[in-house]
């Protein structure tokens, strides 16, 4: 069965530093997601893509965070200056046009930020 | 994997008993639901979806039913399995907002053997 891919599966880093969170959605998608999960809270959407540019956006997505699709596979996350409270787990989700709402996660990336 | 300190509810249930798993949803206007499955160490996996104009959706043993009079939403499994045990979200969607979910808090299932 297809499934998202993510790399890597933990990634600790300084406070300041630039990360960046790779994905490969299912290869027929076109749309795709980035979700996070702070340690004790709900899965909290970040933004949606497609068509090569961000669909939505929620209030945490602020001037920090970048999304991009460099290529016909990847869709990666990145975060300029990494901050204590973006530690969590990022999740990647991609759906299939048509079948709107059933999105298909990755297994996600833990972010360590000390 | 494990999220040292999450305080989930927790539903312990017995191989081979039902399990019912509640969620309650805040906005009236959501009109499709999702119930989410999430094993430890992996992403949130898809169980069972429902829109508004529904009651009630099978599945391969599971059952979603949903009351919106009173924003209610559950998850039942027949003949709960070990592999079962996993924590349990549901999501509600409001199509003409887009399609980002909104996850309820989840739920812990354990199965004893």
């Known amino acids: 069965e297809p499934e998202v891919t993510q790399t890597p599966s933990h990634q600790v880093t300084q406070m300041g530093q630039e990360v960046i969170l790779r994905c490969v959605p299912i290869?027929?998608?076109?749309?795709f997601y980035w979700y996070r999960q702070i340690l004790g809270q709900k899965v909290e959407f970040l933004v949606s893509?497609?068509?090569?540019?961000?669909?939505?956006k929620s209030e945490i997505f602020d001037d920090q965070f970048s999304v991009e699709r460099p290529d016909g596979s990847n869709f990666t996350l990145k975060i300029r200056s990494t901050k204590l409270e973006d530690s969590a787990m990022y999740f990647c989700?991609?759906?299939?046009?048509?079948?709107?709402?059933?999105?298909?996660f990755g297994s996600g990336t833990q972010l360590s930020v000390l | 994997g494990e999220s040292v300190g999450l305080h989930l509810p927790t539903l312990s249930v017995q191989e081979g008993d039902n399990s019912i798993i509640n969620c309650a949803y805040s906005?009236?206007?959501?009109?499709?639901f999702i119930w989410y499955k999430q094993e430890s160490g992996k992403g949130p996996q898809f169980i069972i979806d429902?829109?508004?104009?529904?009651d009630k959706r099978q599945g391969q043993r599971v059952t979603v039913l949903l009351n919106k009079t009173v924003k209610h939403l559950s998850l039942q499994i027949a003949a709960t399995q070990p592999g079962d045990s996993a924590v349990y979200f549901c999501?509600?969607?409001?199509?003409?907002?887009?399609?980002?979910?909104?996850f309820g808090g989840g739920t812990r299932v354990l199965v004893k053997p």
């Open positions: 290869s027929n998608h076109l749309y």
């Open positions: 906005n009236s206007a959501s009109d499709y």
């Open positions: 893509f497609y068509n090569n540019e961000i669909s939505e």
């Open positions: 429902i829109r508004s104009n529904m």
């Open positions: 989700a991609s759906r299939i046009q048509g079948l709107q709402e059933k999105l298909f």
């Open positions: 999501a509600e969607n409001i199509r003409a907002a887009g399609n980002k979910l909104t």
